[in-house]
């Protein structure tokens, strides 16, 4: 019988992951999804006063797969990496890899090309990283990478 109850105690908690509890796919979606960019082309630079690169277009096409709004933000890896602990951004792109020397103080999505090419996120499990994992990872089945 306790073993019947601790399965079933382990099923009820297991129902709502990914948790996420700093609202970050929420706050995405009522306000604006922040994601920081660093000058490393061709996966983000600046062009024209605006965020452009490879990276820079996958990330706008999942936010019109989630009908979010974006709102980019230049700066350093450093800078950036401060905000993304604080939570004030939701993502970093830049060209990163898996292996990345801010692995320690960020989270890393799954790569979305065979170049090992990720995004940074801050750590934790969070609703926003899982929609972004699930959409890199059909990017990388459909574009054959």
């Known amino acids: 019988m306790k073993i019947f109850i601790l399965l079933f105690l382990f ?3 297991g129902c709502s992951i990914p ?3 700093n609202n970050s796919l ?3 979606r009522s306000r604006n999804l922040i994601v920081g960019y660093v000058h490393h082309p061709p996966f983000s630079f600046i ?3 605006k965020a452009a690169g490879s990276e820079i277009n996958i990330i706008d096409e999942f936010a019109i797969s989630e009908n979010l709004n974006v709102n980019y933000v230049y700066g350093t890896e450093t800078t950036l990496i401060k905000e993304l ?3 004030k951004i939701h993502i970093i792109v830049g060209g990163f ?4 020397i801010w692995k320690k103080k960020a989270g890393v999505t799954t790569t979305y090309s065979n170049t090992d090419n990720c995004m940074l996120v801050p750590k934790g499990e969070n609703a926003l990283l899982y929609k972004l994992e699930s959409y890199l990872l059909n990017y990388r089945n459909k574009n054959g990478n």
């Not at 890899?97 to 990345?100: D, E, S």
């Open 26 to 28: 929420e706050n995405a």
């Open 19 to 21: 948790k996420d509890p």
């Open 97 to 100: 890899k898996k292996k990345t």
């Open 47 to 49: 062009k024209n006063g």
């Open 11 to 13: 099923t009820l908690t």
């Open 85 to 87: 602990e604080k939570y």
